[in-house]
């Protein structure tokens, strides 16, 4: 259970920081923001890239698969309340499917190596 909090707010904290440093990129070169916020917005990526390594788990392509999931809807969470995108039943109903998929990834039985 405890492996299980830590991956989870593992989880949150590399999705906080992709998300929000490639919004800050974003903002630079689609929204005309400052310089600044791409300098700022690519430290907080190089940050994330650092986050996965301290996960619990030993496989890096199945903590990958996972990140990617939950980066499906944190994006989307994070575009309703960041940006008001209007999240849709598609958008929520493709949010449980893919966490479906995070938690099949994260929790299916296998044999020790």
Do not use: C, H
């Not at 999705?15 to 929000?20: K, N």
């Not at 996965?52 to 030993?58: C, F, K, M, N, S």
């Not at 989307?76 to 008001?84: E, F, S, Y």
């Amino acid at each position: 259970m405890n492996d299980l909090a830590t991956i989870t707010a593992l989880l949150l904290l590399a999705g906080l920081l992709e998300i929000g440093g490639g919004w800050l990129v974003w903002q630079t070169i689609r929204e005309s923001q400052p310089a600044y916020f791409a300098i700022l917005g690519s430290v907080v990526l190089v940050a994330y890239g650092f986050v996965p390594t301290l996960q619990p788990l030993d496989d890096f392509g199945r903590i990958y698969a996972a990140y990617g999931g939950a980066f499906t809807v944190l994006s989307l969470l994070w575009g309703g309340v960041v940006d008001k995108l209007n999240v849709d039943r598609g958008d929520v109903v493709g949010s449980v499917v893919v966490l479906v998929g995070v938690m099949v990834i994260l929790a299916y039985p296998r044999e020790e190596r």
